[in-house]
């Protein structure tokens, strides 16, 4: 009963958000731990379900730091930073969309990965 009653007071606290962003578009960043932890990427396709049911548009960019970061190293290209931000050469961007188009946009969309 105090699972239920937990539940209740969530959806009470949330149901003012839920009508403000009604119909609204959201920007969700995908990225990090939950893009390679299988829990996590459940838990995420879930909630991008119970956003799109109550009645948001939600809308997801990816990440893909450590896995382009992993390609790199293993073709022997040295990345070089500027201020922390990398410096995207032309070989560099042919490993990012390598990996973003061949790697990673495939994983998620694909249904094994979310099943």
Do not use: C
Request: avoid cysteine.
């Amino acid at each position: 009963m105090q699972e239920e009653v937990a539940k209740a007071k969530v959806l009470i606290e949330a149901l003012p958000y839920i009508r403000e962003f009604s119909e609204k578009t959201v920007v969700i960043k995908y990225g990090g731990h939950a893009m390679v932890d299988e829990e996590l990427k459940k838990s995420f396709a879930l909630d991008v379900i119970l956003l799109k049911y109550i009645g948001l548009n939600p809308v997801i960019v990816h990440g893909g730091g450590p896995q382009i970061n992993l390609f790199l190293e293993k073709m022997q290209i040295t990345s070089n930073y500027i201020q922390g931000m990398r410096v995207t050469d032309g070989e560099t961007m042919d490993v990012v969309e390598m990996v973003l188009v061949g790697k990673v946009n495939k994983e998620i969309v694909g249904i094994k990965s979310w099943a």
